[in-house]
């Protein structure tokens, strides 16, 4: 008796090897797959940015020159060279607008990503919303005062109107 249950404790022991082995292979597979998921939903962010600035420049297309800048292309344009929020796409609009709502508290990233209709469960999503807030503060179209928190400039905040999208500026 005691050799046949050895004997089964021996299977069961390689049995659980086996298992661990085949666990190991999948959490690799797991974030192999997980890897390629956060590259192609970057990879779709960024052709929906570019999508959206093909559309805006065939909107102003006759309040501005027909000539093209030399030099790189820009998502967000500078604030100082641009004559309202009505050149930034629409989900920078939404965020400006959003930054509006939040006045001197100031926008978070994760309801960045709600006003942009994005699942504010998913960390990528957030960091988009956060890379977008980012992106718009370089260009000095908002403000990081708190780590984390983006609001309108000083003096914008006192016209908070004229920030809106087809306010008056």
């Known amino acids: ?28 597979a797991l974030a192999d797959a997980e890897e390629v998921l956060r590259r192609r939903v970057i990879g779709l962010e960024q052709y929906l940015e570019a999508l959206a600035e093909a559309d805006a420049p065939a909107m102003v297309a006759d309040e501005v020159s027909q000539t093209r800048p030399v030099g790189p292309r820009r998502a967000v344009p500078h604030r100082d060279n641009s004559p309202g929020i009505a050149v930034l796409s629409v989900d920078y609009q939404t965020l400006m607008s959003a930054a509006v709502e939040a006045g001197a508290e100031g926008l978070g990233a ?13 960390a990528s999503r957030v960091e988009g919303a956060r890379a977008r807030l980012k992106r718009l ?26 920030g809106r999208p087809g306010g008056g500026s």
């Open 1 to 28: 008796m005691r050799a046949v249950l050895e004997a089964r404790r021996q299977a069961a022991a390689v049995r659980v090897e086996e298992l661990e082995a085949e666990l190991e292979r999948v959490r690799a």
């Open 110 to 122: 994760r309801r960045a990503a709600v006003v942009l209709g994005w699942d504010s469960a998913s």
């Open 137 to 162: 503060v370089e260009r000095g179209w908002l403000v990081e005062d708190k780590p984390g928190r983006f609001m309108l400039p000083a003096p914008e905040q006192d016209a908070a109107g004229a």
